[in-house]
């Protein structure tokens, strides 16, 4: 089995010269997620970070496929046709997920989990798998499969199995939770952040502009691509690990050409999403999205394919302001 890859870095903050801070942490989710905010009273903070951490875990325990009994291993296990309950978390993950399907032409699809398995062996190496696995998991993959309904907040797949796998949008949204919940407390100036991946930040530090965050090239944190200051927004990114795959789910192959790709948008689950679709889509398709959707900021880093494409190794793609580039 391959050892275990450490997070990569895609989002930092720059918090250090801010006085004042409270930070707390905690494991979820296969990640740690971090809370930053200004409140005088040390415990009451504490206590506030704490029912964000349950809730947290509360969410883990709906969203994850690996939890038996979970929402999604529930899906993952449901027969074709069989309507099956569920609870708000999930319902609403699903659809998001599957707005953000139709909006990006099915780059963005929470039913990847077949063809995943088929590009992975039981030990989560890569693996080549042969034309007949790749058939077989297209036709059980795609979100268009699941059928939703709003008043009953129920599920029906069209056919089975199909394997919901919310790692590209599950974190967002848990940050969206944990910054709802600060709200609830009265804590309006924080910022949230679920692993290295996604940042939500709430109102800025008296003073600033907003919470400074640094984006770098996940190889070479000497090399930064940008440095917004954030408030009432979302920023995530999604990139390779060594040796991984990031799986196109409309031609059932690896990407190429794509290091790194990073979103910004009025909200975490989102901004998680279409990361992972950004890196997926081609620049004219981003592009298209970002025109039709005028609060989405895009950045894509490319393969450095020699000293002549240097100019196209990042893109950017939405309103940056000069101020937050390098």
């Given at each position: 089995?391959n050892?275990?890859?450490?997070?990569?870095?895609f989002v930092?903050?720059?918090?250090?010269?801010?006085?004042?801070?409270?930070?707390?942490?905690?494991?979820?989710?296969?990640?740690?997620?971090?809370?930053?905010?200004?409140?005088?009273?040390?415990?009451?903070?504490?206590?506030a970070?704490a029912?964000?951490?349950?809730?947290?875990?509360?969410?883990e325990g709906?969203l994850?496929?690996?939890?038996?009994n979970?929402?999604?291993?529930?899906?993952?296990?449901?027969?074709?046709?069989?309507?099956?309950?569920?609870?708000?978390?999930?319902?609403?993950?699903?659809e998001?997920?599957?707005?953000?399907?139709?909006?990006?032409?099915?780059?963005?699809d929470?039913t990847?989990?077949?063809?995943?398995?088929?590009?992975?062996?039981?030990?989560?190496?890569?693996?080549?798998?042969?034309?007949?696995?790749?058939?077989?998991?297209?036709?059980?993959?795609?979100?268009?499969?699941l059928q939703l309904?709003?008043?009953?907040?129920?599920?029906q797949?069209?056919?089975?199995?199909?394997?919901?796998?919310?790692?590209?949008i599950?974190?967002?949204?848990a940050?969206?939770?944990v910054?709802e919940?600060?709200?609830?407390?009265?804590?309006?100036?924080?910022?949230?952040s679920?692993g290295?991946s996604s940042?939500l930040?709430l109102?800025g530090?008296v003073?600033?502009?907003g919470?400074?965050?640094?984006?770098?090239?996940?190889?070479n944190?000497?090399?930064?691509?940008?440095?917004?200051?954030?408030?009432?927004?979302a920023l995530?990114?999604?990139?390779?690990?060594?040796?991984?795959?990031?799986?196109?789910?409309r031609?059932v192959?690896?990407?190429k050409?794509?290091?790194?790709?990073?979103?910004?948008?009025?909200?975490?689950?989102t901004?998680?999403?279409?990361?992972?679709?950004?890196m997926?889509?081609?620049?004219?398709?981003?592009?298209?999205y970002?025109?039709s959707?005028?609060?989405?900021?895009?950045l894509i880093?490319?393969e450095?394919?020699?000293?002549?494409?240097?100019?196209?190794?990042?893109?950017?793609?939405g309103?940056?302001?000069?101020?937050?580039?390098?």
């Open positions: 089995m050892q275990p890859q450490p997070e990569p870095c930092r903050s720059d918090c250090q010269s801010i006085s004042g801070l409270k930070r707390f942490c905690h494991e979820a989710m296969a990640t740690t997620y971090e809370i930053i905010m200004v409140e005088d009273d040390e415990n009451y903070a504490r206590q970070a029912a964000a951490f349950d809730e947290v875990d509360r969410l709906e994850s496929r690996f939890i038996e979970s929402d999604i291993a529930r899906i993952n296990n449901l027969p074709a046709n069989e309507p099956l309950l569920l609870g708000l978390d999930a319902f609403e993950c699903l998001l997920g599957c707005r953000i399907y139709a909006e990006t032409n099915g780059a963005f929470i990847i989990g077949s063809l995943l398995s088929c590009w992975c062996d039981e030990d989560g190496d890569p693996r080549r798998p042969s034309q007949d696995e790749l058939n077989l998991a297209r036709e059980h993959t795609g979100a268009h499969l309904d709003k008043i009953e907040h129920t599920i797949l069209s056919v089975s199995p199909v394997q919901v796998d919310l790692g590209g599950g974190k967002g949204y940050v969206d939770r910054a919940l600060l709200r609830q407390w009265s804590i309006e100036i924080a910022l949230v679920g290295y940042v930040a109102e530090p003073g600033i502009k919470w400074p965050l640094t984006l770098s090239n996940p190889d944190h000497k090399q930064i691509l940008a440095r917004p200051c954030m408030q009432g927004r995530s990114g999604s990139g390779l690990q060594k040796g991984g795959h990031i799986i196109d789910p031609t192959q690896p990407v050409g794509r290091l790194a790709a990073w979103a910004s948008a009025s909200n975490a689950a901004a998680d999403a279409l990361s992972t679709a950004f997926i889509m081609s620049p004219d398709e981003i592009r298209q970002c025109q959707h005028p609060d989405v900021l895009a880093m490319l450095d394919r020699g000293e002549d494409a240097q100019k196209e190794k990042i893109l950017r793609f309103p940056w302001k000069d101020s937050e580039l390098p």
